[in-house]
């Protein structure tokens, strides 16, 4: 298959057991027992009012503006997946909207990343689902490709492989990789009981 086409098997994720435990710990704890060395930057935003994010990533990497390989990543992924899309910072057209938000909430996934603009905010924002975008616009997408599925994105000065965990709630994102999910758990969650 050639570049700008390709869906690999993600192979690995992060157990919905430890999910569980990571979302009910602040972002920022988890960030400071890993010395912020995975956190996002300040650009992208929840868009949704309230609730936190918490999921193994399946990650897209598209060109700006176009979704189709967003679509094809929502029929592939597994109940609590969350979609970390890296569609090059781009806001000129959105990637998302109302209906996508359905399918996603559909099939049950966790969440969705976006390094680029989502449309229908005010729908998104009344919902419970999990979106962190760089912004809105209301310029539809285009569906033309490429795209790629479950290789390695880098987003907002996070870099993300496929399976590993994604958090997120009002204070921002952070990506905890897979081989550290275990070690990161018990000393996010000592620290948690410490200030408690």
Known sequence: ???????????RKVGTDAVA????????????????????????????AGGGLAGPALTVKTRPGDNLMIHKAIALAEPGDVIVVDAGGDLTNALIGELMLAQMVKRGLGGIVLNGAIRDSAAIRTQGFPVFAAGVTHRGPYKDGPGEINLPVAIDGMVIEPGDLILGDDDGLLCVPFDAAE?????????AEAEA
């Open 1 to 11: 298959m050639p570049v700008g086409f390709r869906i690999l098997p993600r192979g």
């Open 21 to 48: 435990r990571f979302r009910a710990l602040p972002v920022a704890n988890v960030s400071d027992v890993m010395a912020r060395m995975t956190a996002g930057g300040p650009r992208l935003r929840p868009m949704h």
């Open 183 to 191: 070690a990161v758990l018990a000393a996010a969650t000592a620290k």
